[in-house]
C-alpha cells in the first residue's frame, strides 16, 4: 500500500495566518492527490482534487499544489471556520486508495 | 440537490452482523460506482469497500475481506453493507461516499459523504 504522511500532525495558528500542510507519498503518485476537510461530528468535505484543482463551492483561499510525492495545502488567509481537521488521500492505486492520518488545525 | 442518508448502525456483540444502508437521491444512482469509508472514534479515514454501477464488481479492504458484503438495489437507489463476524477494531463511523461519474471502481475522489452511521461492536 502507498503510505500518505501529513505534516505537521497539529498546528496552532490564528486567524488572518498564512496556513500550509504536507502531505509526502511513500512512492511517486503523480497528480492523484486530494485534501478534505472535517468539523468535529461531521463527514469530510472535498477541498482540493488532482493535487490543484479547486472543488467548486470552496473559497480561493485554499490552494493544492505538488506532483510526484510531494503535496501542499496552503490556506492564503485563515478564517474562524477554517479550523478544523485536514486529510489527504492518494488515488494513483485505486482502488487501493490512502488517507493521511490528518492535521489537526487549532486556534492559537 | 445530492443526498446520501445512511442507517442501521448500532451496538452489536462481538462476532455478530449489522446490515448497514444508504438512500442515495439527487442523482442518478445506477450510473455512478459507490463506496463505503468507516472512521474509528478518534481516528483517520479508512477505505472499506466500492462497488461498481451495476453490481458486477467490488472491492474489499484487506480488513474487511471475507467478513464484509458490499451491494445495490439501483430499483430502490440504496446501498448497502453487510457486516458478519464483527470485532471491536470495526467500531467506526460508516459513511456512504459518491465519486465523480464512473461505473467501474475507480476511485478518483469523493465528493459527496453522508452524514455517517455509528456501529459498535462491543459486549
Known amino acids: 500500500d502507498i503510505q500518505m504522511t501529513q505534516s505537521p500532525s497539529s498546528l496552532s495558528a490564528s486567524v488572518g495566518d498564512r496556513v500550509t500542510i504536507t502531505c509526502r507519498a511513500s512512492?511517486?503518485?503523480?497528480?492523484?492527490l486530494n485534501w478534505y476537510q472535517q468539523k468535529p461530528g461531521k463527514a469530510p468535505k472535498l477541498l482540493i482534487y488532482?493535487?490543484?484543482s479547486l472543488q467548486s463551492g470552496v473559497p480561493s483561499r485554499f490552494s493544492g499544489s505538488g506532483s510526484g510525492t510531494d503535496f501542499t495545502l496552503t490556506i492564503s488567509s485563515l478564517q474562524p471556520e477554517d479550523f478544523a481537521t485536514y486529510y489527504c488521500?492518494?488515488?494513483?492505486?485505486?482502488?487501493?486508495?490512502?488517507f493521511g492520518q490528518g492535521t489537526r488545525l487549532e486556534i492559537k | 440537490e445530492v443526498q446520501l442518508v445512511e442507517s442501521g448502525g448500532g451496538l452489536v456483540q462481538p462476532g455478530g452482523s449489522l446490515r448497514l444502508s444508504c438512500s442515495a437521491s439527487g442523482f442518478t444512482f445506477s450510473s455512478y460506482a459507490m463506496h463505503w469509508v468507516r472512521q474509528a472514534p478518534g481516528k483517520g479515514l479508512e477505505y472499506v469497500s466500492a462497488i461498481s454501477s451495476n453490481g458486477g464488481s467490488t472491492y474489499y479492504a484487506d480488513s474487511v475481506k471475507g467478513r464484509f458484503t458490499i451491494s445495490r438495489d439501483n430499483s430502490k437507489n440504496t446501498l448497502y453493507l453487510q457486516m458478519s463476524s464483527l470485532r471491536a477494531e470495526d467500531t467506526a463511523v460508516y459513511y456512504c461516499v459518491k465519486g465523480p461519474r464512473v461505473t467501474m471502481i475507480v476511485v478518483a475522489y469523493f465528493d459527496y459523504w453522508g452524514q455517517g452511521t455509528l456501529v459498535t461492536v462491543s459486549s
Open positions: 488521500q492518494q488515488s494513483y492505486s485505486t482502488p487501493s486508495i490512502t
Open positions: 488532482a493535487a490543484s
Open positions: 512512492q511517486s503518485i503523480s497528480s492523484y
